[in-house]
C-alpha cells in the first residue's frame, strides 16, 4: 500500500466513526452562528456557485479579513484555507540552497514545503523549561545566516499555545529586516490569545501574515483563509496561485458571515475552550507523572507531557482511540521531543471534555501496558 493511501486510510476511517470525539486537529466543534449557517443555505438556493469566485477573493471578505486583524493598509489573497497560503508562499520565495527558519515543535507542514523548494531547514528547539517553551531573539539571531530566506513562525505556538509578547515580536521582526529574509507570521491561533501582537506592525515590507477561519469559526472542512502582506509581495503571488480560479464560493459567504457576527459570538467561545482548558488541567494534575507545561495556552488546545509518566504519546492516543476519543500525539510536531506530550483540542462541547477527563486515569494504565511505538498520522 502506498504511504499515501496508508495516511489517508487512517483519516478516513476516523472522519466516518460515528460519535468520535475529535480531540486532536485544533478544530472548532461548538454550534455555528445561525448567520453562518443561512449564508450557506442562501449560496446553495441562489446557486451561486455556478460562477468563479474572483481570484484573489470576493471584495468584502478580503476588506474584512484585513479590519479583523487590522492591518487596513496590507493586502489580503484569500486561499483555500491558510495552509494553501503557506504552501504558495514557502514555495514561491524559498530557493535552492536558501535557509528556512523555524522552531521544535512547531508546524510541519511549511518545513515540508520549503524543503520541497530545495531550502535547508533549520529548527531551533524550545521544548522545555530551560527554553521557557519558546523562541528568545538571541537564540533566533545567532541561527541567521547570510543564505537565510524565510523565518517561520507560529504564534501561538502550535502544539505548545506560547504567545510572544509585543517586545519579543518587534525583536524577531528586526532580525529578520536585518537579514532581508521574509518573515512569516503564522497567525492561525490568535483568536485564542491574550494580548497577541502582529510582525507586519513592525516589518510590513516582508512580513506575510496568515489568517485562518478552520479554529475561530470553526469551518475547517469548507477550506477558506488568507495571506496577508505589502502589496508588491502579494502581488507577486498573485502571478500564479494555486487557486488561481477563485476560492469556494460557499465557503468565503460563511467566511463573510462569520466576521459580521464574530464580536457578539466568538467571546463565548474563548470563555467555554478557556474553562475545557481549566478542567483538563484539574484531571491530568490527580495522575503522577503527568504535567501541563503551558497553562493557560493562548490556542485552542493544551499539551500534556507524559514523559516522567513512563508512557509513549503514541499508546496513550491508541488508548483514548479505543475508548471514541482522538487526540494528538507529539511526533506529528516534532522528531526530537516525540517522546515528550500529547495534545488535546479544547474547542469542543463540554460534554467531550468530561468524557476525557474521567476516562484519563483509565486510558493511563492502558496505555502502560501497550508501549505503542508504532507511526500515527
Known amino acids: 500500500m502506498l504511504e499515501l493511501d496508508r495516511r489517508n486510510s487512517y483519516f478516513d476511517e476516523l472522519f466516518n ?13 461548538f454550534a455555528l452562528p445561525p448567520a453562518v449557517k443561512q449564508a450557506m443555505l442562501d ?17 468584502a471578505l478580503r476588506e474584512l479579513i484585513l479590519a479583523d486583524a487590522g492591518l487596513a493598509h496590507a493586502t489580503a489573497l484569500v486561499t483555500d484555507g491558510a495552509i494553501e497560503g503557506l504552501y504558495h508562499a514557502c514555495r514561491t520565495l524559498a530557493r535552492p540552497g536558501d535557509q528556512f527558519i523555524t522552531t521544535d515543535p512547531g508546524w510541519k507542514w511549511p ?11 533549520v529548527e531551533i528547539p524550545i521544548y522545555g523549561a530551560e527554553y521557557d517553551y519558546r523562541l528568545q531573539p538571541e537564540r533566533l539571531a545567532a541561527a541567521v545566516t547570510e543564505k537565510t530566506r524565510l523565518i517561520y513562525l507560529v504564534d501561538p505556538n502550535n502544539p505548545l499555545g506560547i504567545c510572544y509578547t509585543a517586545g519579543e515580536i518587534e525583536a524577531f521582526a528586526g532580525i529578520a529586516r536585518e537579514a532581508g529574509a521574509y518573515l512569516i507570521h503564522d497567525c492561525t491561533y490568535w483568536h485564542f490569545a491574550d ?24 469551518i475547517a472542512g469548507l477550506r477558506v483563509g488568507a495571506i496577508i502582506g505589502d502589496g508588491a509581495v502579494i502581488e507577486a503571488l498573485a502571478e500564479a496561485p494555486p487557486n488561481n480560479l477563485g476560492s469556494n464560493v460557499l465557503s468565503q459567504r460563511a467566511a463573510i458571515a462569520g466576521l459580521k457576527v464574530k464580536k457578539e459570538w466568538f467571546p463565548d467561545v474563548q470563555r467555554r475552550q478557556r474553562a475545557n482548558q481549566a478542567r483538563i488541567k484539574a484531571a491530568i494534575s490527580a495522575i503522577p507523572g503527568l504535567a501541563m507545561p503551558v497553562y493557560p495556552s493562548n490556542g485552542n488546545f493544551v499539551v500534556v507531557d507524559v514523559a ?25 510536531h516534532t522528531e526530537r521531543f516525540r517522546d515528550k506530550f500529547v495534545k488535546i483540542s479544547t474547542t469542543v462541547t463540554e ?21 505503542r511505538d508504532g507511526s500515527l498520522y
Open 17 to 29: 466513526t460515528p460519535d468520535l470525539i475529535w480531540l486532536g486537529q485544533n478544530t472548532n466543534h
Open 43 to 59: 449560496c446553495i438556493e441562489t446557486e451561486e456557485f455556478h460562477a468563479y469566485a474572483p481570484p484573489a477573493g470576493l471584495e
Open 111 to 121: 518545513i515540508a514545503f520549503a524543503r520541497d523548494a530545495g531550502a535547508t531547514v
Open 195 to 218: 494580548g497577541h501582537t502582529l510582525a507586519a506592525n513592525f516589518y510590513p515590507e516582508k512580513t506575510l501574515t496568515t489568517y485562518s477561519f478552520s479554529k475561530w469559526l470553526g
Open 308 to 332: 516522567d509518566a513512563g508512557l509513549r504519546p503514541e499508546s496513550l492516543c491508541d488508548a483514548f482511540r479505543d475508548r471514541g476519543i482522538m487526540i494528538r500525539q507529539a511526533a506529528y
Open 351 to 371: 460534554d467531550w471534555i468530561e468524557r476525557l477527563c474521567a476516562l484519563f486515569p483509565e486510558a493511563v494504565e492502558t496505555a502502560r501496558g501497550l508501549n
